[in-house]
């Protein structure tokens, strides 16, 4: 008995350390120069978020499956690498090509009714708006569909640590394909990200620290109709 039970205490030991490998790698630009300032997101928690330093070195104790890698004017980059991976060389690519650059709300002519915190969101007839607060955060929906099957486009803000600004791991983990890009708002910046899951619905998630606006597990029609209100955003200066 005393040996079963050994043998399972090492096989826990081995797991848990297997997985909790430390990464350590460079982040380069395309151009071959070191990127210092690169913040580096080997999961959702706050505690364990790195920096590359002037040489553009990083050191991860430990991380999960999805690391996710955030400078200014760059392109935002997802990886997904095993979890005992212990060598990764990173390169960034100059936001400028594919940004998406939102106006100013105080230079849009658009007078309907906006939801939303610095970035700012249309609501339509169609939608349903709902909107609250809890002890350190805000937050608001816009619904779509009829009541028994209605979903949501939902945002938090007003609150330092509400969000990260990165999406859920399971969502880029089970994506058969995502994209990403950078958004860009006088000194505002942060992510888009969008993707197709393997069971054939969609998700999407933009967002910077503080900030997030997100949907998941829509059909193709149900995601256009909350692209078109997002792709209408304007920022609050």
């Given at each position: 008995?005393?040996?079963?039970?050994?043998?399972?205490?090492?096989?826990?030991?081995?797991?848990?350390?297997?997985?909790?490998?430390?990464?350590?790698?460079?982040?380069?630009?395309?151009?071959?120069?070191?990127?210092?300032?690169?913040?580096?997101?080997?999961?959702?928690?706050?505690?364990?978020?790195?920096?590359?330093?002037?040489?553009?070195?990083?050191?991860?104790?430990?991380?999960?499956?999805?690391?996710?890698?955030?400078?200014?004017?760059?392109?935002?980059?997802?990886?997904?690498?095993?979890?005992?991976?212990?060598?990764?060389?990173?390169?960034?690519?100059?936001?400028?090509?594919?940004?998406?650059?939102?106006?100013?709300?105080?230079?849009?002519?658009?007078?309907?009714?906006?939801?939303?915190?610095?970035?700012?969101?249309?609501?339509?007839?169609?939608?349903?708006?709902?909107?609250?607060?809890?002890?350190?955060?805000?937050?608001?929906?816009?619904?779509?569909?009829?009541?028994?099957?209605?979903?949501?486009?939902?945002?938090?803000?007003?609150?330092?640590?509400?969000?990260?600004?990165?999406?859920?791991?399971?969502?880029?983990?089970?994506?058969?394909?995502?994209?990403?890009?950078?958004?860009?708002?006088?000194?505002?910046?942060?992510?888009?990200?969008?993707?197709?899951?393997?069971?054939?619905?969609?998700?999407?998630?933009?967002?910077?620290?503080?900030?997030?606006?997100?949907?998941?597990?829509?059909?193709?029609?149900?995601?256009a109709f909350f692209d078109r209100i997002i792709d209408k955003a304007c920022m609050?200066?």
């Amino acid at each position: 008995m005393k040996i079963v039970t050994l043998t399972l205490v090492a096989i826990l030991y081995l797991a848990v350390n297997s997985s909790a490998a430390e990464l350590k790698g460079t982040v380069k630009s395309t151009a071959g120069k070191p990127l210092a300032e690169v913040f580096i997101y080997p999961n959702r928690s706050l505690n364990d978020i790195a920096e590359t330093d002037d040489n553009g070195f990083f050191s991860l104790p430990r991380h999960s499956r999805v690391i996710f890698f955030r400078r200014a004017g760059f392109r935002p980059l997802t990886k997904i690498v095993d979890e005992s991976t212990t060598s990764l060389d990173v390169v960034l690519e100059e936001a400028t090509a594919t940004e998406w650059l939102i106006p100013s709300c105080s230079s849009t002519r658009d007078s309907e009714k906006r939801v939303g915190f610095s970035l700012r969101l249309s609501t339509t007839k169609e939608g349903t708006v709902h909107e609250g607060s809890d002890i350190d955060y805000s937050y608001f929906s816009i619904g779509y569909g009829p009541k028994e099957n209605r979903v949501w486009l939902k945002g938090i803000g007003q609150g330092s640590y509400a969000t990260l600004g990165v999406p859920p791991e399971e969502w880029v983990l089970h994506a058969k394909e995502f994209t990403e890009r950078s958004y860009r708002s006088g000194k505002a910046e942060g992510a888009d990200m969008r993707g197709r899951s393997v069971d054939g619905t969609y998700w999407r998630y933009i967002g910077r620290f503080g900030e997030s606006v997100e949907y998941s597990g829509l059909t193709e029609e149900q995601a256009a109709f909350f692209d078109r209100i997002i792709d209408k955003a304007c920022m609050k200066q």
